[in-house]
């Protein structure tokens, strides 16, 4: 029997990281959740929204998929802006 997988919805979490994308004074260490993954992702959006990106971040296994989202979307500049155009792209 294969697993039925629902793909996340990022636009809260991209919504989120975007405003605060300049780097806070802290290290996130973040413990793997396997499955449960998703669950980073909300913490993560509460801590730079808090306190702005953190100037590093250690965790592996399924971290390591949020670390990489989390700074692809931290490098990009239309997540960075509020034009019309990063806005339409955070509604997805």
Request: proline share 5%; hydrophobic share 50%; with cysteine.
């Amino acid at each position: 029997m294969k697993k039925a997988f629902l793909l996340p919805d990022f636009s809260l979490f991209l919504a989120d990281v975007a405003p605060q994308a300049q780097a806070g004074n802290y290290c996130a260490a973040i413990h793997g959740n396997g499955e449960l993954m998703p669950a980073h992702w909300g913490a993560m959006s509460s801590l730079v929204e808090e306190n702005g990106m953190p100037e590093a971040m250690a965790g592996g296994s399924s971290v390591s998929i949020t670390i990489f989202l989390l700074e692809g979307v931290s490098l990009n500049p239309l997540f960075k802006t509020e034009s019309e155009k990063a806005l339409m792209i955070k509604s997805f």
